[in-house]
């Protein structure tokens, strides 16, 4: 990343949102979340992207993935004191990436914006979460027919609207697709060891793992969607993306770990897949 692109890609960050360090784990368990996906060149993707992490290949087609994912889910705990459930709806947009730390390689997702409905972790999420969150108006449908979630944010660049229709739902793969079947989407796009984020200011990552249950997902063949922060990427970073596939996810438990700040490390030694990850044929 030269100089001028790291100049605006560092404002770019900064008005979608912080990094920080997280000083405890976070447990929840989402309803439902669906992530619409995108390839496009890596090259391209790199803009987006400091150069001490690593844009992820999907196989060897010169080609990563930035999605934007749409979910409601409720916050069970905070490290060791249960709480009582506290509901939010969110809007994620995040890049797969690798990251190293303390020697070894991760995957792991970086994450350009967050938004919660969640005045309550929205508040605590902007100010001890490994990504800062922003809290934002949303509404919800989910009546068994319909998933869709519309999030109307102070900064009108994060808006963004999803509707997703259950009887879709399958393990057929589309015709869009680049997976060879529902594994191989699940395996990329999913089986990740934690989520990324980088400060600027300090020159410092956060890495941050995450607990995943044992995946179940589904492609979601109907649907329909907008959303500003990737027409306005996809546009002004020119990106020439490809639409590839909407996964979706219900009834999963995760955990959030904790995570501190630290010094991005060189990658010289090669790529070293989680223990979960299968090798694809």
Known sequence: MDSATNTNARHLHERLGKVSSQPINVSSFT????????????????????SCLEVEEIRDTGLGMISQCVCDFHVTRFGLLPIPK?????MLC??????????????????????????????????????????????????????ELNCKAKDELCDGFFR??????????PDTTC???????TQF???????????FERDKLSFQ???YPKWDLR??????????????????????????CVLFMEKVPQVWGSSWLYRPESAENAYQPSAEMETTA
């Open 219 to 244: 492609f979601c063949h109907e649907f329909s969607y907008n959303f500003s922060l990737l027409d306005y990427l996809f546009s002004a970073y020119d990106l020439r993306p490809e639409f590839d």
């Open 179 to 185: 997976f060879a079947d529902i594994e191989e989407a």
């Open 94 to 147: 995040r890049i797969s990436v690798k990251v190293r730390k303390q020697g070894q390689t991760y995957r792991a997702y970086y994450t350009l914006r967050s938004d919660s409905s969640s005045r309550l972790l929205g508040f605590l999420g902007g100010r001890f979460s490994h990504f800062r969150k922003a809290i934002s108006e949303f509404s919800l449908r989910d009546d068994g027919e319909v998933y």
């Open 31 to 50: 309803n439902k979340r669906l992530t619409i996906n995108f390839r496009a060149p890596i090259k391209r993707l790199r803009q987006l992207v400091p």
């Open 164 to 173: 997703g229709h259950i009887r879709s739902l399958s393990k057929e793969k």
């Open 86 to 90: 506290t509901h939010t709806n969110e």
């Open 189 to 199: 796009v999913f089986q990740l060891d934690g989520s990324c984020g980088y400060q």
């Open 209 to 211: 793992k995450i607990q």
